[in-house]
């Protein structure tokens, strides 16, 4: 039982549109987080959310953790190459190793 | 200063055989992980070390997996007489002991083929 769930798993975009990729559970999370990870390398911490209804910003990439934190999305305003990736949502229950989502793979193309 | 590095960063082998990765967290960095990614499975945990306290082992898929970590450092994972399903990037990631919401930081990984 895959305990997050992201969707969609595959974006193919142009350069300048928006997106919106979701990530949902069943279950509540303390915080959760998204990284972004580039072929051959590991993945990288964007954002931690923990409060329900925490809205953070960074860029151009807005990130939204559910009221009852147990869902969460990221928000690309007119998207760039460099935004190419896999998205990546964790979450964290207490003191405890991160449940990661199976991920969103984005393709921006120019 | 320096990230999480891993060694080898690939790695062939033969079914059957023995194969070590190496994973030198950031320094000062009490927690580290060992997480397994298969194309579109995404991040498979395996096991977490926390400072002097017994690992968390929950995530190791078989007894043929196992891993250490000497004086709080370096860790090595060892998978003994690989299978064509261990084939995977094993991912590397170290958190500094009391961080917010427990960010973790990635080595690049050690891609691993088993013929």
């Known amino acids: 039982t895959q305990l997050l769930e992201q969707s969609p798993q595959f974006l193919s975009i142009q350069e300048g549109e928006n997106l919106t990729v979701y990530c949902n559970s069943s279950?509540?999370?303390?915080?959760l987080q998204w990284y972004r990870q580039e072929p051959g390398e590991g993945p990288v911490l964007l954002v931690t959310?923990?409060?329900?209804?925490e809205v953070k910003k960074l860029k151009r990439l807005t990130f939204q953790f559910g009221d009852a934190r147990k869902d969460s999305s990221l928000h690309i305003t007119a998207a760039q190459p460099g935004d190419t990736g896999l998205y990546l949502c964790a979450g964290a229950k207490g003191y405890s190793t991160l449940t990661f989502g199976k991920g969103t793979m984005l393709l921006v193309s120019p | 200063g320096a990230g999480v590095s891993q060694s080898p960063s690939n790695k062939v082998t033969e079914k059957g055989k023995d194969v070590e990765l190496r994973c030198d967290p950031i320094s000062g960095h009490t927690a580290l992980y060992w997480y397994r990614q298969s194309l579109g499975q995404g991040l498979e945990f395996l096991i977490y070390f926390q400072g002097n306290s017994a690992p968390d082992k929950s995530g190791l898929p078989s007894d043929r997996f196992s891993a250490e970590r000497t004086g709080g450092s370096v860790s090595t994972l060892t998978i003994q007489r690989t299978q064509q399903e261990d084939s995977a990037v094993y991912l590397c990631?170290?958190?500094?002991?009391?961080?917010?919401?427990?960010?973790?930081?990635f080595g690049p990984g050690t891609r691993l083929t088993v013929t």
């Open positions: 279950s509540v999370f303390s915080s």
């Open positions: 959310v923990v409060t329900g209804g």
């Open positions: 990631a170290s958190s500094l002991e009391g961080a917010d919401s427990y960010e973790q930081y």
